[in-house]
């Protein structure tokens, strides 16, 4: 009993130690980031301080200059340089000579270049947030949700279960390798590239380099050219970190520029991870089967948010606000289509309607608005083809934002946020990726009906199911052919980076967060060996060595029947031949045929 005692006793004191440690924080230390130059104008030089009006017809940017400018305001930011293929290459290959060096360190040494990250991070929440809407034209909540909270669980995710998941993994052997041990290993592929899209430039940046980083690998990141001066500078706390802890400087790169930087970055590297559309995805492939490197791709989305009779009305309206229309588009394409069940469809528009009317588009900045800013120049007139066409077709707009104060030249970055009703799926607005403020809900009668709606579609990202039933709301979600799926909310999947996330169809294949996006990081290598050696070493049975003995093929019939056979009787006797077998070669002395 004394022994029990003691044993419970030190039990308790072990644990009550692990939690007294886990109030100690780690020593992390701090880093400094020069961002004199990317605030409220910073340092710029006085003819800087215009507002920059893209050229008419221009599909993107010519020349050796990204142009960099306020979506929202219009205001000139400055301009990065365009990278030619020779740089984009030299890049990698001081990424290359690194990234050798890198996959030597230990977890300790990566999880501390985390905990750097992390720790600025939160400490300078409001400058990431600020450089972010300037460059995309969300507001500062949106640029917390989705910039800040996004990384912070990706990286606190990592710090607790990424060393687990990239340890070796044993497998079992099977019946014919008992003797034997299997395990799976996870090595760094190299250099990883990464191209990724505008719509998160702190985030979109941040989630491919900590898990290639973290695996050890090195990495080139392509950035969007509509978000090249938030990047550049959310580069510079990446440096900043990797500098603290002793890191290969070259680990990381940004680069920026158009199509011909993109496409040396693929033809270069030892895998891609492209988040962008659909169009772009196809060419990368293309390029990509050219050296047949791994590809990651996350695309577009239309995405079915649907609502049952059952649902809390308010409560799934506010969500839908927010889901649809918020600033940049930033995450429409994870709810570009809403069902509502026809019982509650009344009550549903005439809550969303009271609530855009009650909202104004314009300078995310300024804090009163919430909505309508555009990233990307022309966007508008794409989104003003989608409505029309759905107006042509017999949709009825119930509902539009205003704008709020801003420039003449800087009205086509805005599109008043929109909602839509009468729409079927005849309509553009109901099977293109639209990424806009417009909220097109349509009706459904029954399960089956919202089902074959939701599954309509060339994308197959993710969808939101609302019910009073959880049951209910989960049942529907397990028939439409998507990625992720939330049950009662939306877009929380993400927030859950054990979770994999990506999508089928045109959305893409593939998947990053989780354990599958960090292996996809990886070389998984197989390895068998000997469990006991030396005491027990592989050896090929007599009757099947050089030259096979005449009962060869009898005993592989028997061996395998002592292996798989259903009957435990048949197993035993073909065991037993097995054995007879193998014990009158090795008395023979050798094959029959040879004396």
Aim: glycine share 8%; charged share 20%.
């Amino acid at each position: 009993m004394a022994f029990w005692w003691s044993l419970l006793v030190l039990a308790f004191a072990f644990a009550i130690c692990k939690f007294l440690l886990i109030l100690i924080p780690p020593k992390v230390p701090s880093i400094d980031v020069d961002a004199s130059d990317v605030l409220e104008y910073g340092n710029q030089s006085q003819e800087n301080r215009f507002i920059y009006v893209p050229p008419r017809g221009a599909s993107q940017q010519s020349g050796k200059k990204v142009q960099c400018y306020e979506p929202a305001t219009m205001k000139y930011l400055g301009y990065v340089p365009a990278l030619t293929p020779d740089e984009v290459k030299e890049q990698i290959e001081k990424v290359r000579k690194a990234q050798k060096m890198w996959s030597k360190t230990s977890f300790k040494q990566r999880r501390q270049f985390l905990r750097i990250l992390l720790k600025y991070i939160i400490k300078h929440q409001a400058l990431i947030c600020e450089i972010s809407s300037r460059d995309t034209g969300k507001t500062m909540v949106d640029a917390s949700l989705g910039e800040i909270m996004t990384t912070c669980e990706k990286i606190n995710w990592l710090l607790s279960e990424g060393e687990q998941c990239l340890k070796p993994e044993y497998r079992s052997c099977g019946r014919s390798m008992l003797h034997k041990s299997a395990r799976v290993e996870f090595h760094p592929l190299g250099v990883i590239g990464a191209i990724v899209s505008w719509n998160y430039p702190f985030h979109n940046i941040f989630n491919p380099m900590l898990a290639a980083v973290f695996s050890g690998n090195g990495i080139v990141i392509k950035i969007s050219e509509h978000a090249s001066w938030s990047g550049c500078f959310y580069f510079r706390i990446i440096q900043s970190a990797l500098a603290a802890i002793g890191a290969p400087e070259d680990l990381v790169e940004v680069i920026t520029g158009f199509a011909e930087t993109g496409e040396a970055l693929v033809s270069s590297v030892d895998k891609v991870i492209f988040v962008g559309s659909p169009g772009v995805g196809k060419m990368i492939m293309k390029n990509a089967a050219e050296t047949l490197i791994p590809v990651t791709l996350e695309l577009g989305g239309k995405d079915a948010f649907i609502v049952c009779d059952d649902a809390d009305v308010d409560h799934v309206a506010q969500i839908a606000v927010r889901a649809v229309l918020q600033s940049s588009g930033q995450n429409c394409a994870g709810a570009e289509r809403l069902y509502v069940h026809r019982n509650i469809y009344p009550a549903f528009v005439s809550k969303v309607t009271k609530i855009i009317k009650s909202v104004t588009a314009g300078p995310p900045l300024a804090g009163k608005y919430d909505m309508g800013a555009l990233c990307m120049h022309e966007h508008s007139e794409k989104l003003e083809a989608l409505l029309n066409d759905a107006l042509d077709k017999g949709a009825e707009i119930v509902a539009r934002g205003s704008f709020g104060h801003i420039g003449e030249d800087a009205v086509d970055q805005y599109f008043p946020p929109t909602v839509i009703v009468n729409v079927n799926h005849s309509m553009r607005l109901m099977q293109e990726e639209a990424f806009g403020p417009i909220m097109p809900i349509m009706k459904f009668s029954s399960d089956e009906e919202v089902i074959k709606l939701a599954n309509d579609s060339k994308y197959g990202l993710g969808c939101a199911v609302f019910s009073g039933s959880q049951s209910h709301a989960r049942e529907i979600a397990s028939h439409i052919h998507c990625g992720v799926a939330a049950i009662n909310d939306f877009a929380s999947t993400y927030m859950c980076q054990s979770l994999p996330f990506g999508g089928v169809k045109h959305s893409g294949f593939g998947r990053f967060g989780g354990v599958e996006g960090l292996r996809a990081c990886c070389l998984v290598k197989s390895v068998v060996e000997d469990r006991w050696w030396p005491l027990i070493k592989t050896k090929i049975p007599k009757p099947i060595q050089y030259p096979v003995a005449e009962n060869g093929f009898e005993f592989q019939e028997s061996l395998v029947e002592a292996l798989y056979g259903l009957s435990i009787w048949d197993r035993l006797q073909a065991l037993v031949n097995v054995l007879k077998m193998v014990t009158e070669q090795n008395s023979t002395g050798g094959n029959k045929k040879e004396k």
